[in-house]
């Protein structure tokens, strides 16, 4: 079955500070990756897909993520952060059944400080 | 504003009870999903509809169902509330799949569902 681990339940970083979040997949067949980010009290927002092609992809608010095949990671990196990005993202790969749904990992919630 | 709406934002009952969550796709996706996100279950896929039939269930439970209307708005039924039912609800929608990008799930901004 297809899975998703995000290593860290939280990561603070100060402000203008880069930040990578990280996430690995498992899975036996082609994957499609995702972030999503959640603000306090709101729905997921999508920041960033991979479904194929180049292996960096570049996503809303100045966030990129970088599929890698060997080590089956997806890791969402910011090279500067900003109070505003508080916020929980999850990763998330698609089912490989016909579904098309959403399996998600724990997430992380990035905790920007001044 | 992702096009997706649901009704509504808040509800707190009582258990034993049963509530209708109400979700209304973008315009033009055929495709509904059904997640709940719990502080111990994190975010789960619970069902999902494609232009009116069932195409797939995840981890729901007897007592919930759902279903989608002809207007392609669906609701999730849950019935004989328990305490542990107390989550975010999320609707999410696509195109399901027959056109542009069936892989890209827009979110409604959720139902939170409060059983006391």
């Known amino acids: 079955a297809q899975s998703v681990t995000q290593l860290d339940s939280q990561v603070p970083v100060f402000e203008e500070a880069p930040v990578e979040l990280r996430c690995n997949y498992s899975s036996s067949v082609s994957v499609y990756l995702f972030w999503y980010v959640q603000y306090p009290n709101q729905g997921l927002q999508l920041l960033l897909k991979y479904l194929s092609g180049s292996t960096l992809v570049k996503g809303i608010n100045g966030f990129e993520a970088e599929f890698n095949k060997s080590q089956t990671s997806f890791h969402l990196r910011k090279p500067s952060v900003h109070i505003s990005d508080t916020a929980e993202y999850f990763c998330a790969v698609i089912s490989s059944d016909s579904s098309y749904k959403l399996i998600f990992g724990s997430g992380t919630r990035l905790l920007v400080r001044p | 504003d992702s096009g997706v709406t649901q009704t509504p934002k808040h509800l707190i009952t009582a258990t034993g009870q049963r509530v209708t969550l109400r979700c209304s796709p973008r315009?033009?996706?055929?495709?509904v999903y059904w997640y709940q996100q719990s502080l111990d279950q994190g975010l789960q896929f619970l069902i999902q509809y494609y232009n009116g039939e069932e195409r797939a269930k995840g981890n729901i439970l007897e007592r919930f169902s759902a279903q989608q209307f002809p207007d392609l708005h669906s609701e999730l039924n849950l019935s004989s509330l328990e305490l542990g039912d107390s989550a975010l609800y999320f609707c999410?929608?696509?195109?399901?799949?027959?056109?542009?990008?069936?892989?890209?799930?827009?979110f409604g901004p959720g139902t939170r569902l409060t059983v006391t």
């Open positions: 315009s033009g996706d055929l495709s």
């Open positions: 999410a929608s696509s195109t399901g799949g027959t056109s542009g990008a069936p892989y890209e799930q827009y």
